[in-house]
């Protein structure tokens, strides 16, 4: 097809492009040529891509129309290539934080945490008379636990409760792949015990806490939310991550649903449901930890993990109206968790608060295996969100035109949001260009797609495609049409999409924008049997994503209101590497401003108040 070869860009020097609020860079929107697909359609494309006979020409029609030929295959890039985003420690000098003794336990990690949040009623159950909504935290399970008000027995069982009569409403909520009520009760059970003899591990002792179905967690196979892989790949035991919660006495509740292979952006799975928003159960929670944000947001749970290898926990945190934190690369151990995207994905948290993201995170970062690479830092801090003095002098990169690429909604409620930030606190906002986002986008999609393919490519020659859904069968056809030198040049945008942030953030100390481009859409119901792919809608959610997984960032989804269908949105802040402590204190500051005005979901589980 040399005839038909697009013309490739040719990228000048990051030192010569203007990053300042007049620059002539021209903000490329993403035009994706796909439809939507699901039921028969998605059969016939998936057979199409298959074919011996017209599936190169389809993958070389599809890259040519949606540009990777142009911005990636065909493109000369002098940068060298960036392979892992790993980040050197630079002592940042942050705000009100407290240094952390690196060889704490995860316990005592998790009492360092609960040190330095805002000090707490002691007051009962009962004394809680909210005018707003608010969902239980940590620290009132625990406090409850303390009283002697319940126990995680009797959590333990309203939760089981709970998801079994979520499985029987007209629309199942299709929260869990995995849960085993005798080893919930087993967990409640030894916890109540350290309770009765007033030694709890930790704050996080009997809080029910559940774990994306992407990360090894004991006695659950780990399927990828798929029916095949915990076959040729047994779980023979906990995840780091997993191992550092089940330490601090957590109970770890199940293995929750989500896109099968994490492939795209709606958490759809047509093996084991769709996770639906609590909001609104007939639309989705997001993707791909879509279990993992359905159950924090129903209230099943106060935190959940989750992996983030294209924004799969800020997406699900956002159009699901809860919190969702991804640490810089390499700061949470990835040992036990599916490699299925080893150098874009990240252990994340969702949780109900800051507050709560916060004390899971503090439990499970720390050291990594001696087996993993890492640039952990030396020194470890934690956000003194308990301060009188809030952080001070705080700049906010704004790129306009990308803020702006947004259903009005969310562009109203987030620039609102944003103002009112910096009213309150005196913060102020930096216009900035941000060039080649679109660029970006496509590099970052030929890494994880080359990465997954990779990764699946020996269970493939040996199981084919037959136990895929069609979606995730498409996406993973698609995945193995990229080619070592859109690899390469995709490493090498790595590196040059770095050096331009880094010049960011030297104006500004995070870049702020909306989460996601659009609320929570309709499920089809063509989709439940065979998934979909709906690659726009998708584009339109995973806009403001990329740069926390190809870069390696830090960034945190906080919500800030509604659109007028009562769906949320989510406002979202990108933190310089190893900034989490000051990306902590903004989103807790932004939560404070938003928090009565929390609504209600339309699927709401009391787990710990009085019945």
């Not at 069609?470 to 049409?481: E, H, N, Q, S």
């Not at 439940?528 to 690659?535: A, F, H, N």
Request: aromatic share 10%; with cysteine; proline share 7%.
């Amino acid at each position: 097809m040399g005839l038909l070869r697009a013309a490739g860009v040719v990228y000048k020097p990051v030192e010569q492009l203007d990053l300042g609020p007049d620059s002539n860079e021209i903000y490329v929107e993403a035009d994706i040529k796909a439809p939507r697909m699901g039921g028969l359609l998605a059969k016939i494309f998936a057979w199409i891509l298959e074919s011996r006979i017209f599936g190169a020409l389809a993958f070389y029609i599809l890259k040519r129309l949606n540009r990777v030929h142009k911005f990636i295959s065909n493109a000369t890039v002098e940068e060298p290539p960036m392979f892992v985003p790993l980040h050197p420690y630079v002592d940042l000098d942050e705000q009100e934080v407290i240094e952390i003794d690196s060889d704490a336990s995860p316990a005592e990690r998790v009492q360092q945490a609960m040190n330095c949040l805002p000090l707490t009623s002691e007051n009962s159950l009962d004394a809680f008379k909210f005018s707003c909504f608010r969902r239980w935290t940590i620290a009132d399970y625990s406090r409850a636990y303390r009283n002697g008000e319940i126990t995680p027995l009797k959590v333990a069982e309203r939760f089981i409760y709970a998801v079994h009569e979520s499985s029987s409403r007209p629309l199942s909520i299709a929260f869990f792949i995995n849960y085993d009520a005798e080893d919930i009760l087993r967990q409640a059970t030894e916890s109540t015990l350290r309770y009765e003899r007033g030694a709890p591990i930790s704050a996080l002792d009997g809080v029910p806490i559940a774990v994306k179905d992407e990360i090894d967690c004991s006695p659950y196979p780990t399927t990828g939310g798929t029916k095949w892989l915990h076959k040729v790949r047994p779980c023979t035991g906990d995840a780091c991550c997993v191992a550092r919660l089940r330490s601090c006495g957590a109970i770890l509740v199940g293995k929750t649903n989500m896109h099968e292979l994490g492939a795209t952006p709606s958490g759809i799975n047509p093996h084991y449901g769709p996770p639906r928003n609590p909001y609104d159960p007939s639309r989705i929670s997001g993707g791909s930890s879509s279990g993992s944000a359905a159950v924090v947001c129903a209230g099943l749970c106060p935190a959940a993990l989750g992996v983030d290898g294209g924004g799969s926990v800020r997406m699900p945190a956002s159009l699901s109206g809860v919190v969702g934190f991804k640490p810089t690369f390499g700061g949470i151990p990835h040992s036990g968790v599916l490699p299925l995207n080893w150098t874009v994905g990240m252990v994340g948290v969702l949780a109900g608060t800051l507050e709560d993201a916060f004390i899971v995170y503090a439990a499970i970062s720390g050291h990594l295996p001696s087996h993993e690479p890492t640039t952990l830092p030396p020194k470890i801090h934690f956000p003194l969100l308990n301060s009188t003095n809030p952080i001070s002098n705080i700049k906010l990169a704004i790129y306009g035109e990308w803020f702006n690429d947004c259903n009005e909604e969310i562009r109203l409620c987030c620039s609102n949001a944003v103002q009112l930030l910096c009213e309150r606190y005196n913060w102020k906002t930096v216009e900035v260009t941000i060039p080649e986002l679109e660029v970006m986008r496509l590099a970052h999609y030929v890494t994880i797609g080359s990465e997954c393919s990779t990764a699946l490519s020996s269970h493939l020659e040996n199981l084919g495609r037959s136990e895929f859904g069609w979606d995730a069968r498409v996406v993973v056809d698609i995945y193995g049409a990229f080619n070592s030198n859109e690899y390469i040049k995709a490493q090498k945008l790595r590196y040059r999409h770095m050096q331009i942030h880094n010049k960011i953030f030297a104006k500004a100390d995070v870049i702020v924008t909306p989460t996601t481009g659009m609320t929570a859409y309709s499920i089809s119901k063509n989709a439940l049997k065979t998934g979909e792919l709906d690659y726009v809608n998708g584009g339109t959610i995973i806009r403001y994503q990329i740069a926390g997984n190809f870069l390696g960032l830090p960034a945190i989804t906080v919500p800030v209101g509604y659109d007028k269908a009562g769906l949320p949105i989510g406002l979202q802040f990108i933190g310089k590497p190893w900034s989490e402590p000051t990306l902590m204190h903004l989103a807790f500051a932004m939560q404070a401003l938003c928090i009565t005005d929390y609504r209600k979901p339309k699927v709401f589980y009391d787990i710990l108040g009085k019945k």
